[in-house]
Structure formats: structure tokens, C-alpha cells
């Protein structure tokens, strides 16, 4: 059976038409920001707590409730010392925030680290390290 050429393109016009119903995204409403003051206040909050030596999944247990992925703290290194730097960037969804840590390592030593944490805000408020 052969199908004309017009016939085709309306074939294929018809299939990419119907593909692409409801990709709009007059139906999607993308999340919201993280708030800044939020993303500040709990991130100070976590680094408080890992120098006070509670752990990242006590942190969690707290209100609000706060997840932290940092590999020092969870491998239970002392934070000494941490300052926020300048230049936080909202990045999506989240706020990253440089910040210099001084940390105590397992064998005794001090070491200054610059990192980048990765803070959301909504709807659950996640702490993540970047290095």
C-alpha cells in the first residue's frame, strides 16, 4: 500500500502534534526560590550544631528539621571554626554559599577548607557540600 507524500506529512504533523500536548507548561508551576534570610539562618544553625559536636542526624531531628551531607562531619571531624563568605548565589532552587571551615582531623592536625554549600529551602530544608 503507498501513501503519498502529502498524506505522510500530515501523518507525522499529527503524531508531533499529539506529542506535544500539555507540554505547554501551562499546567507545571516551577518551585519556588529558596528564601536567602532561610537559607542563612539554617546554614548557620548547621555549622553551630556540628561544632557543638551534634551530629548531622541529630540536626535532623530538630524543628525544623535540617539534612546535612558533609563527609567531614558525618566521618565525625571537630569543626573549630567556620566564617560565611561573601558572594551567595541563587542557583534553581537553592542558594550556594562559599564558606571557610577550620577543621581538626583525625590525627590531630588543623586544616582551612574553602567550600561551597548547596542550601534548599523548599519544601524541606537539605544542606550539601561542594568542594
Sequence with gaps: ????????HSIVAA?????CLGCSGT?????????????RAALE???GCWQMRITPAQLQ???????????DWSEG?????????????AWGTSIRWPVRLKL???????QSLDVLY????????????RD
Design 61 to 71: 531531628e530538630s524543628e525544623p528539621a535540617i539534612t546535612v551531607a558533609d563527609e
Design 27 to 39: 499546567n507545571h508551576t516551577p518551585p519556588p526560590a529558596a528564601d536567602p534570610a532561610a537559607a
Design 118 to 129: 548547596v542550601i534548599s529551602t523548599n519544601p524541606i530544608i537539605h544542606i550539601s557540600r
Design 15 to 19: 503524531a508531533a502534534l499529539v506529542g
Design 104 to 110: 581538626v582531623l583525625s590525627d590531630g592536625r588543623e
Design 1 to 8: 500500500m503507498a501513501i503519498d507524500r502529502g498524506r505522510l
Design 77 to 89: 571531624r571537630r569543626l573549630l571554626e567556620y566564617q560565611l563568605l561573601a558572594d551567595e548565589q
Design 45 to 47: 544553625k548547621a555549622l
